[in-house]
């Protein structure tokens, strides 16, 4: 028995090592502002009451040029540099510091997925175009 759970146990971690190891030697695939984030993610998460034509936080999400415009805070994002963009920290619920402040969307809409948040720093972190 005690054999079989360290056999177990072993197969697990060296799964989970691998699917690791795999994810970090992928490369990112191109993404596009226009199918990726602003018809699926922006248009569904971000402009319903928010930061559509009303500019929450000076911020309005209804297309590239708006959204490079930035906020009352300034630019949101930094062309190339997903990890120094206000966007991302945004999305991952923290601030400049890193320390934990409430996600957007705010409590009471959708949060983004992991998968929603890695296509928007992958597409920062290719030069955010307007592709």
């Not at 970090?24 to 998460?45: C, H, R, T």
């Not at 209804?62 to 930094?78: A, F, R, Y």
């Not at 963009?85 to 890193?98: D, I, K, R």
Request: hydrophobic share 40%.
């Amino acid at each position: 028995m005690e054999t079989a759970i360290r056999s177990s146990f072993f197969i697990t971690s060296a799964f989970i090592l691998l699917l690791g190891a795999c994810e970090d030697s992928v490369a990112p695939v191109d993404v596009s502002y226009q199918e990726n984030i602003q018809a699926s993610i922006f248009n569904f998460s971000c402009l319903i009451g928010c930061h559509d034509g009303t500019r929450q936080a000076g911020l309005e999400l209804t297309s590239w040029e708006t959204l490079m415009e930035g906020g009352d805070n300034g630019p949101v994002v930094i062309s190339g540099n997903a990890e120094e963009s206000p966007l991302v920290w945004s999305v991952e619920g923290q601030n400049a510091l890193g320390i934990p402040v409430s996600p957007m969307p705010p409590t009471g809409f959708s949060q983004l997925n992991i998968t929603e948040i890695r296509l928007i720093k992958n597409w920062i972190d290719q030069g955010a175009q307007n592709n």
